[in-house]
Every structure is written in structure tokens, then in C-alpha cells.
């Protein structure tokens, strides 16, 4: 390929790319399957690696997330985002709409309606079609700049679509998690280790108020836009005249307005839809908090204008909250499989949003101290989508002279050995605590871990208070006949428990068993980078830090954590005895046992420049033959490929002394293996 022939095909596949961004991200209606945008994406990719000239802020491949920020920058709002009054009931919204139509002097007006989400208001602005900046409403005056987190939010067009562009412009709305996402993100964080978030809206406002957007990256975040700041247009006489205008446009525009918003003709339709939605607020894929009513006529609007807080043309009719006032009779601690000793409120069961609640989680032991729980006292709980309820406040007033406070135990209550404070987290300092150790092989045989379907918790839980397991290890030197000693195991299920667990033994790669594992911080995507990058358990045990930090995903707290977790006497044995009974997944994910014999198996790949066959092809082999293929060059890279043009990485793979191969070198490896 020629310069200009790249720069066309760069430019080309930048635009596939959002385009099929927009396809799946907005429209919900994705044209090609996640194979082929994987494809278009790497090719993108390898030509940008190459071609550093091309850079742009702007294509796709930024939005994985690019390098950290030092701080946050203030950011000052051209106009003022402004706040909405609210109105508790449908009484509050007849009143709002009176003085609406003493102010226009007209008996009723047009109302637009949509959902209020419930997560962080930011800006987003435009010139000439592209996006430069994005700031949060801060005070509605000044925000902070989070530019680098917004453009890693995949349903926020980075360039205007249409032919109608604007020169300049600024739009308004809600960075938000659907319940789904934020279930599954609830998970993984779980399965890490780390930290698990209230509610939707707190996983938001914390993923967009981080330094580094590789972490809003992987965070499932949306953009809903509700309204606009400034709009220059590029043709003279165009104009919108109405919020639906607004809304309409910004939806040719690329971005994705919130679901169920419409045009109400009258103030009762309006009062109709508050009632409506409050009804099915609860399968909304999204949490919401209300609905926002703003006069559909933008000249009616201006107007009326706006107090010194909030606009006098729109309202928040609010939902009644999901919360209610009950009894904390006691704090029981529950211990995790990192081994964190969570307090669980026992509450007097009463009745919220459709379930009766008896339980709700304190959090931690700071959460306690700073809120001054104390038991017998009358608490404030909520409940919200999907998440566990939660204390929020204590009723003072109502504090009886018998309300005890709460000694957070410095003691492990199920092993009695010391407890620790670790931040936020008091931990057992028990490596072999019994509850983690339950809680260690539920992970293990769990979907995050080695998935061995068949194996149920409930049993795991039996077996480990039977100490017949005591590590995850035992699970395959269990035999059928010390399962079929439990009542209530019949000989099919303990068939179908031994056969998981065999499947699991012959065919699990390496990177499911390091996820298994459960170390803290390494979720499936770090097991996977480590699979990919090392031959075995081992081999990872054997690195040093600093060494684990040159990988991709592994920053110091990671490498922190395999460092510690693989220097542990108690992992060092049972290391040994994964090898002893034959579990030993190696050779990264694709490395099966047919390829050893293959050259290329262990081996680890780079390919770099202009190559007779696509780079995802050359990636495949390699995996077929049991090797694996990275992007970043590191000591880990045992083949470089240099095509055609091959720039900066052979530099680099010279200066670290890697062994450079070109194409034909390659195929002549490959004719070794076959
Ligand atoms: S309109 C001048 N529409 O609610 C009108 N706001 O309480 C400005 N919000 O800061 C807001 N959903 O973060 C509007 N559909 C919606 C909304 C919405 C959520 C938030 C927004 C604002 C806050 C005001």
C-alpha cells in the first residue's frame, strides 16, 4: 500500500467503525457480527501502530482509553447548566402548569416528556462536527474536564453524522449504566476482589471522576442526551424551534436520547405518563428517579426564562423513593473470599418496592463508625434495581436510651484467628480461613472461575465444613463413593459432579484457571493477558514485578498482587499439587497438547509492518499452533515478524535483543510444524 492508499483506508476504517458503533451502541441494531467489527478494529489498530502520522484523537481506537491524566482540570460552562425544581406529587405539577399559564397567558401547553436518569449530568461539545471536549455540571457554573473518560463512552459519537452539521455545539445529558451492565459490572468487580458499587449511578459518577480512561473504558457507560447549551449553526437559516426539534436532531445527530421520552399535547397527558411510568419503572432497562416536563416551544421557554436555580419552562415530577424506615436489631459479619468481614444489618422485615426486606449491607466498618449505627436504632434503608439494600442514615429522634454501639470484631468470627484493618476492608489474616476457603472453590467452580457446571454451591459449601475439601485442589481427588455418603446426593448427581470435574481437568485453558484462582484485582482479562504471555502457573510465579508491569492491563497494584499471591507458601503447595494430580493447563489459551511438538508452541509472537496476509490470519496460525500472538513488544516476544515498512518496533526488538524474523522465516518455521 501506498501513503495515501493507508491514509484512505485508515480514514475508511475509521468510519466503518462508528458506523457499526452506531449501529450497535445506538440503534441497537448491530449490520456485522462482533468477529467482523474485531477484524475491522485491529486492522485500524496495526495501521495506526505503524503510521503515527494518522494519529487523531477523535478515531474509535481511543476509545479503549489513552494515558492517564494528572488531575482534573475546573472547566467553566459558556451558559449555566441549570438545576430542575421539583414537584413530589401530580398537586405540585397542576401548580407548576397554573403559573405556566399565567406566565404565557394561554390555558395549556405543550409539554415534552422524558425519563429522568438517574446517574451524572455532563456537557459534551462539538466543533465542526467533532468532538473536542466534555466537562460535568460541577456547581452548573464550572465542571471538571473529562474529556479522556468521555471518549471512551462507545455510544458518544466522536464525529457528527449527517449533513447538517453545526459549527459549533453543546449538548446536555446523563452519563448513565443500564441495570444489566451494572449487574454484570457488580460481578466481575466481585470476582476481582474489588470494589463493588452501591448503584448505577454511583458506578457512573465514579468511572467518569477517574484519572485513567483505560478504567472508564471498561466500564459500560452511556451517554443519554436530554438538551443543548450553545448552537452556532453552518446554514444561516436553519433553527430548531421546539424541544422535540432538539431531540429529533440530536438523534440524526448519532447520539442516543433517553427511551420513552414523547410529546405530550396536554398537562394531563403528562400527569398520565408520570403515573404510567411510575408503574413500569421498575422493567426499565435503565434506573430513573422521575420524569422531566419542559414547554415543547423553544420562544415559550425563552419567556419565561429561569430563577436564579432552575428554568421556569420544566419540572422533575419525582418518584416516590425506594426507601423506607425499619428496625436495625442486630449487625452480623459475613467473611468474603478475599477474606473482608462484611457487616450485614439484621432488620425488622418490612416491605419495599415489591420484596419484604429483613437484610441490608453496612458496607464496611467506616460506613458504620461515620454514620453512628447503633444497634436498636431506627434506620433508613433503600433498595434500587437489582442491587443488595442498604442502610443510609439513622433516625435520630428516634434513638431508644437502649441503642448499643457496634464493636466492629478485630476477630475473624468463623476462624478466631486476628482481623486487620486493610483501608477501607478489615480482613482474616487466616490464609486457610474455612470461609474463604468455601467461598475460594465456589469462585473456582463458578462461571468467572473454571465454570464446571454440575457442581453445585450448595454442595461445595457442605463439603468444605466437612473439611473434605480444604483447597480447590481436592475437588480431583474427590471420589464418587465419599459424595454418594451425603443424604440427598442420589448416583446421577454425584455422576454429573465427577464428570464436571474431569471436563474441567482435560479441557480448561490456562487462563480459566487463573481466574479460578481468585487473586485479588485479576478478573478474565488480565488471566487472559497472562495465559496469553506465559507458559504456564509457574512461569508467572517466577516474575519479578517489575516484569509483570511490562505487560498490557498490568499496572503496579496487579503485579502487586501476583507478586504476593505466587511468593505464598500456601500457593507454592498447592501449585504443587494441581501438578501432581495432572491439572496443568498450559501453553496460554489456545496451547493444546497435540501442538507441543510444534516450533511455535509457547512461543510468543509480535508482527509488525506491511504483511502478505492479515495480521488477525498470522494471529490465528500462530494460536492453531499453540503459540500466542501480543501487540506490545516486551522481553516476553520470542518471534518478531517484520513485513514490509516495519517501523519503531523493530527498532525496539533490536535494542532488547529479540530474535527478527521476516515472512519467509516464518513460513519456514511453519513448514517445521506441519
Ligand atoms: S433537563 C434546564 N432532562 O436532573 C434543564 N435533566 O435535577 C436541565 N436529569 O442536572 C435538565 N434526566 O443531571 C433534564 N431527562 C432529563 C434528565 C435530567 C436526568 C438530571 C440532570 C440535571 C438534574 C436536575
Same mark, same amino acid.
Given at each position: 500500500?501506498?501513503?495515501?492508499?493507508?491514509?484512505?483506508?485508515?480514514?475508511?476504517?475509521?468510519? $466503518?467503525?462508528?458506523?457499526?458503533?452506531?449501529?450497535?451502541?445506538?440503534?441497537?441494531? +448491530?449490520?456485522?457480527?462482533?468477529?467482523?467489527?474485531?477484524?475491522?478494529?485491529?486492522?485500524?489498530?496495526?495501521?495506526?501502530?505503524?503510521?503515527?502520522?494518522?494519529?487523531?484523537?477523535?478515531?474509535?481506537?481511543?476509545?479503549?482509553?489513552?494515558?492517564?491524566?494528572?488531575?482534573?482540570?475546573?472547566?467553566?460552562?459558556?451558559?449555566? !447548566?441549570?438545576?430542575?425544581?421539583?414537584?413530589?406529587?401530580?398537586?405540585?405539577?397542576?401548580?407548576?402548569?397554573?403559573?405556566?399559564?399565567?406566565?404565557?397567558?394561554?390555558?395549556?401547553?405543550?409539554?415534552?416528556?422524558?425519563?429522568?436518569?438517574?446517574? @451524572?449530568?455532563? #456537557?459534551?461539545?462539538? %466543533?465542526?462536527?467533532?468532538?473536542?471536549?466534555?466537562?460535568?455540571?460541577?456547581?452548573?457554573?464550572?465542571?471538571?474536564?473529562?474529556?479522556?473518560?468521555?471518549?471512551?463512552?462507545? =455510544?458518544? +459519537?466522536?464525529?457528527?453524522?449527517?449533513?447538517?452539521?453545526? =459549527?459549533?455545539?453543546?449538548?446536555?445529558? %446523563?452519563?448513565?449504566?443500564?441495570?444489566?451492565?451494572?449487574?454484570?459490572?457488580?460481578?466481575?468487580?466481585?470476582?476481582?476482589?474489588?470494589?463493588?458499587?452501591?448503584?448505577?449511578?454511583?458506578?457512573?459518577?465514579?468511572?467518569?471522576?477517574? @484519572?485513567?480512561?483505560?478504567?472508564?473504558?471498561?466500564?459500560?457507560?452511556?451517554?443519554?442526551?436530554?438538551?443543548?447549551?450553545?448552537?452556532?449553526?453552518?446554514?444561516?437559516?436553519?433553527?430548531?424551534?421546539?424541544?422535540?426539534?432538539?431531540?429529533?436532531?440530536?438523534?440524526?445527530?448519532?447520539?442516543?436520547?433517553?427511551?420513552?421520552?414523547?410529546?405530550?399535547?396536554?398537562?394531563?397527558?403528562?400527569?398520565?405518563?408520570?403515573?404510567? @411510568?411510575?408503574?413500569?419503572?421498575?422493567?426499565?432497562?435503565?434506573?430513573?428517579?422521575?420524569?422531566?416536563?419542559?414547554? =415543547?416551544?423553544?420562544? *415559550?421557554?425563552?419567556?419565561?426564562?429561569?430563577?436564579?436555580?432552575?428554568?421556569?419552562?420544566?419540572?422533575?415530577?419525582?418518584?416516590?423513593?425506594?426507601?423506607?424506615?425499619?428496625?436495625? $436489631?442486630?449487625?452480623?459479619?459475613?467473611?468474603?473470599?478475599?477474606?473482608?468481614?462484611?457487616?450485614?444489618? #439484621?432488620?425488622?422485615?418490612?416491605?419495599?418496592?415489591?420484596?419484604?426486606?429483613? =437484610?441490608?449491607?453496612?458496607?464496611?466498618?467506616?460506613?458504620?463508625?461515620?454514620?453512628?449505627?447503633?444497634?436498636?436504632?431506627?434506620?433508613?434503608?433503600?433498595?434500587?434495581?437489582?442491587?443488595?439494600?442498604?442502610?443510609?442514615?439513622?433516625?435520630?429522634?428516634?434513638?431508644?436510651?437502649?441503642?448499643?454501639?457496634?464493636?466492629?470484631?478485630?476477630?475473624?468470627?468463623?476462624?478466631?484467628?486476628?482481623?486487620?484493618?486493610?483501608?477501607?476492608?478489615?480482613?482474616?489474616?487466616?490464609?486457610?480461613?474455612?470461609?474463604?476457603?468455601?467461598?475460594?472453590?465456589?469462585?473456582?467452580?463458578?462461571?468467572?472461575?473454571?465454570?464446571?457446571?454440575?457442581?453445585?454451591?450448595?454442595?461445595?459449601?457442605?463439603?468444605?465444613?466437612?473439611?473434605?475439601?480444604?483447597?480447590?485442589?481436592?475437588?480431583?481427588?474427590?471420589?464418587?463413593?465419599?459424595? @454418594?455418603?451425603?443424604?440427598? !446426593?442420589?448416583?446421577?448427581?454425584?455422576?454429573?459432579?465427577?464428570?464436571?470435574?474431569?471436563?474441567?481437568?482435560?479441557?480448561?485453558?490456562?487462563?480459566?484457571?487463573?481466574?479460578?484462582?481468585?487473586?485479588?484485582?485479576?478478573?478474565?482479562?488480565?488471566?487472559?493477558?497472562?495465559?496469553?504471555?506465559?507458559?504456564?502457573?509457574?512461569?508467572?510465579?517466577?516474575?519479578?514485578?517489575?516484569?509483570?508491569?511490562?505487560?498490557?492491563?498490568?499496572?503496579?497494584?496487579?503485579?502487586?498482587?501476583?507478586?504476593?499471591?505466587?511468593?505464598?507458601?500456601?500457593?507454592?503447595?498447592?501449585?504443587?499439587?494441581?501438578?501432581?494430580?495432572?491439572?496443568?493447563?498450559?501453553?496460554?489459551?489456545?496451547?493444546?497438547?497435540?501442538?507441543?511438538?510444534?516450533?511455535?508452541?509457547?512461543?510468543?509472537?509480535?508482527?509488525?509492518?506491511?504483511?502478505?496476509?492479515?495480521?488477525?490470519?498470522?494471529?490465528?496460525?500462530?494460536?492453531?499452533?499453540?503459540?500466542?500472538?501480543?501487540?506490545?513488544?516486551?522481553?516476553?516476544?520470542?518471534?518478531?515478524?517484520?513485513?514490509?515498512?516495519?517501523?519503531?518496533?523493530?527498532?525496539?526488538?533490536?535494542?532488547?535483543?529479540?530474535?527478527?524474523?521476516?515472512?519467509?522465516?516464518?513460513?519456514?518455521?511453519? *513448514?517445521?510444524?506441519?
Amino acid at each position: 500500500m501506498t501513503v495515501s492508499d493507508v491514509e484512505k483506508r485508515v480514514v475508511l476504517l475509521r468510519e $466503518k467503525i462508528e458506523h457499526h458503533n452506531h449501529c450497535y451502541y445506538v440503534l441497537d441494531a +448491530p449490520e456485522i457480527s462482533d468477529a467482523e467489527y474485531d477484524e475491522l478494529f485491529r486492522e485500524l489498530v496495526a495501521l495506526e501502530d505503524e503510521h503515527p502520522h494518522l494519529d487523531d484523537p477523535n478515531s474509535p481506537s481511543k476509545r479503549v482509553g489513552g494515558e492517564p491524566a494528572e488531575g482534573f482540570t475546573p472547566y467553566e460552562h459558556a451558559l449555566r !447548566m441549570y438545576s430542575l425544581d421539583n414537584a413530589m406529587n401530580l398537586d405540585e405539577w397542576f401548580a407548576f402548569t397554573d403559573r405556566v399559564s399565567r406566565g404565557l397567558n394561554r390555558e395549556d401547553a405543550e409539554y415534552w416528556t422524558d425519563p429522568k436518569m438517574d446517574g @451524572l449530568a455532563v #456537557e459534551v461539545i462539538y %466543533e465542526k462536527g467533532m468532538f473536542v471536549r466534555a466537562a460535568t455540571r460541577g456547581d452548573g457554573l464550572v465542571g471538571e474536564d473529562v474529556t479522556h473518560n468521555m471518549r471512551t463512552v462507545m =455510544n458518544l +459519537p466522536l464525529k457528527l453524522r449527517g449533513s447538517n452539521i453545526p =459549527n459549533l455545539l453543546e449538548v446536555r445529558g %446523563e452519563v448513565v449504566m443500564s441495570n444489566s451492565d451494572f449487574a454484570a459490572l457488580n460481578e466481575r468487580q466481585r470476582n476481582a476482589g474489588d470494589k463493588v458499587f452501591a448503584n448505577p449511578r454511583n458506578a457512573s459518577a465514579g468511572s467518569i471522576r477517574q @484519572l485513567d480512561p483505560k478504567v472508564a473504558a471498561a466500564r459500560p457507560l452511556r451517554f443519554m442526551g436530554y438538551g443543548i447549551g450553545r448552537v452556532e449553526w453552518a446554514m444561516p437559516m436553519f433553527a430548531w424551534s421546539s424541544q422535540k426539534e432538539i431531540m429529533d436532531g440530536l438523534k440524526e445527530l448519532g447520539f442516543s436520547i433517553p427511551p420513552e421520552a414523547k410529546l405530550c399535547k396536554t398537562r394531563q397527558e403528562v400527569a398520565d405518563y408520570f403515573e404510567e @411510568l411510575m408503574v413500569r419503572r421498575e422493567s426499565l432497562s435503565f434506573e430513573i428517579d422521575g420524569v422531566v416536563a419542559k414547554l =415543547n416551544n423553544l420562544d *415559550q421557554q425563552k419567556a419565561l426564562g429561569f430563577t436564579s436555580r432552575a428554568p421556569r419552562w420544566a419540572l422533575a415530577l419525582k418518584f416516590p423513593a425506594h426507601q423506607t424506615k425499619t428496625k436495625l $436489631k442486630d449487625i452480623r459479619i459475613q467473611v468474603g473470599r478475599t477474606g473482608v468481614l462484611t457487616p450485614v444489618a #439484621e432488620l425488622e422485615p418490612v416491605p419495599l418496592a415489591g420484596v419484604v426486606v429483613s =437484610n441490608a449491607t453496612l458496607h464496611n466498618k467506616g460506613y458504620i463508625e461515620e454514620r453512628d449505627f447503633r444497634i436498636g436504632d431506627t434506620v433508613l434503608i433503600q433498595r434500587a434495581g437489582d442491587v443488595i439494600p442498604q442502610v443510609l442514615s439513622v433516625d435520630i429522634d428516634a434513638r431508644p436510651d437502649t441503642a448499643e454501639v457496634y464493636e466492629f470484631p478485630l476477630v475473624c468470627p468463623v476462624c478466631k484467628s486476628d482481623a486487620r484493618e486493610d483501608g477501607e476492608a478489615v480482613r482474616c489474616t487466616n490464609e486457610v480461613c474455612p470461609a474463604k476457603t468455601v467461598q475460594r472453590i465456589i469462585h473456582f467452580v463458578s462461571k468467572a472461575g473454571l465454570d464446571m457446571e454440575g457442581v453445585g454451591k450448595k454442595w461445595v459449601e457442605r463439603l468444605a465444613i466437612d473439611e473434605v475439601l480444604v483447597s480447590p485442589v481436592d475437588l480431583f481427588t474427590l471420589e464418587k463413593t465419599a459424595l @454418594l455418603k451425603y443424604e440427598g !446426593m442420589g448416583d446421577k448427581s454425584a455422576a454429573k459432579f465427577i464428570a464436571a470435574v474431569a471436563k474441567a481437568k482435560e479441557e480448561a485453558p490456562l487462563w480459566r484457571l487463573i481466574a479460578a484462582l481468585g487473586i485479588r484485582h485479576v478478573g478474565e482479562q488480565t488471566a487472559r493477558t497472562l495465559a496469553n504471555n506465559f507458559e504456564d502457573l509457574e512461569a508467572i510465579g517466577k516474575e519479578t514485578r517489575e516484569a509483570l508491569q511490562e505487560l498490557d492491563d498490568i499496572g503496579p497494584i496487579v503485579a502487586d498482587s501476583l507478586w504476593d499471591y505466587f511468593q505464598s507458601d500456601t500457593t507454592k503447595e498447592m501449585l504443587e499439587r494441581f501438578k501432581a494430580v495432572g491439572f496443568w493447563p498450559t501453553g496460554g489459551e489456545n496451547g493444546s497438547e497435540q501442538s507441543k511438538d510444534s516450533p511455535l508452541a509457547g512461543k510468543v509472537f509480535i508482527f509488525t509492518g506491511t504483511l502478505p496476509i492479515k495480521r488477525n490470519e498470522a494471529h490465528a496460525i500462530v494460536e492453531e499452533h499453540g503459540g500466542s500472538a501480543v501487540k506490545s513488544i516486551s522481553k516476553k516476544v520470542d518471534y518478531v515478524v517484520a513485513g514490509e515498512k516495519a517501523g519503531s518496533k523493530v527498532a525496539k526488538a533490536e535494542k532488547l535483543g529479540l530474535e527478527i524474523i521476516d515472512f519467509e522465516g516464518f513460513q519456514e518455521l511453519l *513448514q517445521k510444524a506441519e
